[in-house]
Each structure stands twice: as C-alpha cells, then as structure tokens.
C-alpha cells in the first residue's frame, strides 16, 4: 500500500480535517488551532496594512514633489559683473525656454522668478516663497490647476496671486482679501536698498495636501515679479516638466545639449533624494520587523502540531500498523499546519486589503474616539492618512506567511512521521 500511495491523496487530507475539527475530549487540539489561526490572520493583516500605508506615503510624497515642483531645474552658473557682482540669472530665458521645449520627453518648459519674502495681512505675519509665473505655464503645473481643494478662479492669475491654503488660514484672508508682500531687496536708491512694500489681491487659493507647499508656497505674474524683485528682462530658471520623472537622469545631457550655454541642472531627486532613501530604509526595516510578527504567529502552528502529535500518537501507531509509510504521517500532519497557515493568510489578506480600502471611515473613527488632534499636518507634512494597496506588496506578504507556515510545520511532521508504532503501541 505504502509503495502505490501518490502523495496528497484524498485519505491523507480526510485524516488531516478529522484531526483538525477534533473535540479537546477527543484529543484534537481545536483551540491551539484558533489561536494559531487568529494570530497569522492578525500578523498578515498588520504586514499588509503597514505596507499599504507605506506605499501610500511614498506615492503621496512623490506625487505632490512630482505635481507642485519642477522635474528638472536648469539655473545659469554663477557669473561675475562688470562691477564685480555674482549673478545667476537668465537674461535670454524666452529662447532657452523655446529650445528646451523641443527636446525629447519634455513636456512643458516654463521661466521663472523666485524669492523668498515676508506676508502681512490682518496684523498676521508669515514668511513665503514666491514664484513668478506666466499664467499659461501655472496651468501646467498638475497640483495647482487641479488640486485637491480650491478658492477663486485661476483664469484671474493675471490680476492678482495665487496663495497655498496654509498661508490663506495663517494671514486670516480669503479670495478677494489683499495682503501685502515685504521684501528687504526693494528699490535701489542714492541711499541705499529700501525694502519693497506691495499689495495684491488673492484671486485664487489652493489645497494640494502637503503642508510644506500649502503653508509657504505664492504664485504671482511673471512680469509683475520682475518688478517687484529686480529681475527686468531676466529670469531666475527655467522650469522642466518630463514625460518619465522617475528616471529624470536620462534627461540630463539631452537638456544640457540643448541648454547651449554654462547651465546647472537640478532635478527633483537631487533635491529628495536623501529624503525618499531614508523612506526606502525605513520601509525596509518595517518589513523586517512585521516579518519577525509574522513568525512568531507561525511558530503558534508549531505547539499546535507538537501537541497533536502528542495526542495522536496511538492513532499514528494504528495507521504506521495498517500500512501508511512515514511520508503519508508527514504529509498528514504537514497539511494540518499548512491549512491553518493558508486559512489565516487568506483571512488576513481580506482583512488587510480591506483596511487600506477603507482607511479612511477608520482613522475617521479612531480620530473621533481620541476626541480629535490624532493627524497633525504640520509634523506629517500630508493633510490626510494616506493608504495605497499594491498587488506586490500583497504578494509578499502572501508568500512571506506561506512560505514560513509550510517550513515550521515541517518539523513536528517529521517527528510524527519518524515515530515507532511499536513504542506508540507498547501500552495498548
């Protein structure tokens, strides 16, 4: 019998269920079988929501670098005056714009000026970093024209600024209000630099869920911020849009080829890289720190078979007696452990999948419960919790708990395979 046996046959998981479904007072195991099918249930959960939520960041991150910030910044190397003075600006910033438009994968290619100066409205102060910009390349510019909440009408750019809704709420201001900019690099006079005082009107505001770039981020005209920053007929950079921003190095030489002049390029990397390897390894470590959660909830599986091998032992003497070879005992007891994992991986994909769906509701009512102030978008940076569910990330999870279900279930198999029907049966 045991030399026509083919592996996995139907007895071997008849055997294998009636072991499961036992009753304590029949010697089963049933409530070592629960804990051990709740704890991967729960492990797996835990991987797949902490993962989802990484992802999530990373993707909210990436997306609003990617959506309210250039892909590449092409800026002119620094140069000395006539009078000796260090400048970095672009006198011929229409033309090089136009070249730059026509390489390869670039999407969009916009000039601009940018300053950093002081906002008052309402007796309230907050310091901000303008750009000036024509009004046809702020539509182009995906977080701004489409963000995530807005005020007041884009089309009216041109007759006012554009504001972050983290400055809006600290200045006390909405559409329609005025606030003045400050900035100590004013008019250039007989007795010195002056700073420069001006007004405008807010005629749009926006939301794009970061709070680095909603607190301190202003869009104004581009001619009107020549003016109001000493920058006639030149620009401070141009800003690139790519087709492909994850691989921005491929664009480099084709941008510096058709630069045609002593220029430096600045991607969104160079200036997030640090930042998005200090995530990876982040991520990395929460990996492997959920896994080890993961194998302690495995290593339930392990007392359970070892019990029910302790348990079984007379029925194991019984089959080793009617014919079933070592490896039918193994795979009998090899499937017991291994259903418990596959039960509690498939329950804990559901419920971890399910989570990351409904992310939001929860933390809804976590925050509730907590009685508000659980998200802070100031320390966090993103207004909300995000969540992302990638199928990879399910995958790993998926065959991190099998793998380690079917390995630890292999041991106390074997030890119930290798077991003396004789010394099972001696006290029969």
């Known amino acids: 019998m045991s030399g026509r046996t083919k592996p996995f046959s139907g007895f071997e998981f008849m055997i294998a269920w009636r072991y499961l479904r036992a009753r ?14 709740i704890g991967i249930a729960l492990a797996v959960m835990a991987l797949i929501a902490t993962l989802a939520v990484r992802s999530g960041f990373r993707y909210e991150f990436v997306g609003t670098i990617l959506g309210a910030n250039p ?3 092409v800026l002119s190397a620094a140069r000395l005056t006539e009078s000796g003075q260090t400048v970095r600006s672009l006198p011929d910033y229409a033309e090089l714009a136009e070249r730059l438009s026509t390489v390869e994968g670039v999407v969009h290619a916009a000039p601009v000026v940018t300053g950093q100066v002081m906002a008052s409205a309402q007796g309230r102060n907050a310091g901000v970093v303008v750009n000036g910009i024509h009004a046809r390349d702020l539509a182009q510019v995906p977080l701004i024209a489409e963000p995530e909440r807005s005020w007041g009408d884009l089309a009216r750019f041109d007759d006012g600024i554009a504001i972050g809704s983290g400055v809006a709420r600290e200045l006390g201001v909405t559409v329609g209000d005025r606030i003045r900019l400050i900035s100590p690099d004013g008019a250039r006079t007989a007795f ?15 939301q794009v869920g970061r709070y680095d770039i909603d607190a301190t981020r202003v869009y104004m005209p581009f001619a009107e911020a020549q003016i109001y920053f000493n920058r006639d007929g030149v620009a401070d950079e141009i800003e690139v849009i790519v087709e492909d921003p994850d691989n921005v190095n491929r664009y480099t030489l084709p941008i510096l080829q058709a630069a045609g002049r002593d220029v430096v390029l600045w991607t969104w990397q160079d200036s997030s890289g640090a930042y998005l390897q200090a995530l990876q390894m982040e991520d990395n470590i929460m990996f492997v720190i959920l896994s080890i959660l993961v194998l302690i909830a495995t290593m339930n599986i392990v007392s359970g078979l070892i019990m029910l091998v302790k348990n079984k032992s007379h029925d194991i003497g019984i089959l080793r007696t009617v014919g079933l070879s070592e490896g039918s005992i193994l795979r009998v007891f090899f499937i017991c452990g291994s259903s418990v994992g596959l039960a509690g991986t498939v329950v804990g994909v559901a419920l971890g999948c399910a989570f ?3 992310i939001d509701p929860i933390f809804s009512f976590v925050n509730w419960v907590a009685g508000g102030g659980v998200w802070d978008p100031s320390v966090r940076l993103l207004s909300q919790l995000p969540a992302r569910l990638e199928w990879g990330d399910v995958a790993s999870a998926v065959t991190l708990s099998l793998g380690l279900s079917f390995v630890v279930t292999i041991f106390p198999a074997r030890r119930a395979a ?3 029907p004789v010394e099972a049966l001696r006290y029969e």
Request: charged share 15%.
């Open 24 to 37: 304590r007072a029949e010697g089963g195991v049933s409530v070592m079988t629960w804990i051990s099918f």
């Open 71 to 73: 892909h590449i910044s």
């Open 192 to 206: 010195g630099t002056s700073p420069r005082v001006s007004a405008y009107e807010v005629t749009y505001i926006f």
């Open 356 to 358: 990351a769906i409904w």
């Open 418 to 420: 290798r077991m003396n």
